[in-house]
Nanobody, 124 residues
Framework: MCSCRRLGGGLVQAGGSLRLSCAASGGTFSNYVMEWFRQAPGKEREFVAGVRWSFGTTFYADSVKGRFTISRDNAKNTVYLQMRSLKPEDTANYYC?????????????????WGKGTQVTVSS
């Protein structure tokens, strides 16, 4: 359902930017919510950002508000995560995921599908 491809490099200095992409395939997604999660070594996987596919409604974790932007391209069935003003604490493996809108959102347990992770490393 989800293949996660990364645009740009995975290593960036603090204050820099990266853009991640996630291409969804295998069906229609109008009733789905696409979300990004991340997991740092030794930590639990945490919610980062989400977008309701049909309406474009977005929501973010407090830790990334104002710095990250999630968007989707309906024609390409692709979701993007634009990350700006990156901090060393943003270093993690980032995953895209999809859930039917009736599922619990903003939690890994609610996701129906997962993409492959992509490593983001922010150096200080």
């Amino acid at each position: 359902m989800c293949s996660c491809r990364r645009l740009g490099g995975g290593l960036v200095q603090a204050g820099g930017s990266l853009r991640l992409s996630c291409a969804a395939s295998g069906g229609t997604f109008s009733n789905y919510v696409m979300e990004w999660f991340r997991q740092a070594p030794g930590k639990e996987r945490e919610f980062v950002a989400g977008v309701r596919w049909s309406f474009g409604t977005t929501f973010y974790a407090d830790s990334v508000k104002g710095r990250f932007t999630i968007s989707r391209d309906n024609a390409k069935n692709t979701v993007y995560l634009q990350m700006r003003s990156l901090k060393p604490e943003d270093t993690a493996n980032y995953y895209c995921a999809a859930a039917h809108y009736t599922r619990p959102l903003q939690t890994p347990d609610g996701m129906d599908y997962w993409g492959k992770g992509t490593q983001v490393t922010v150096s200080s």
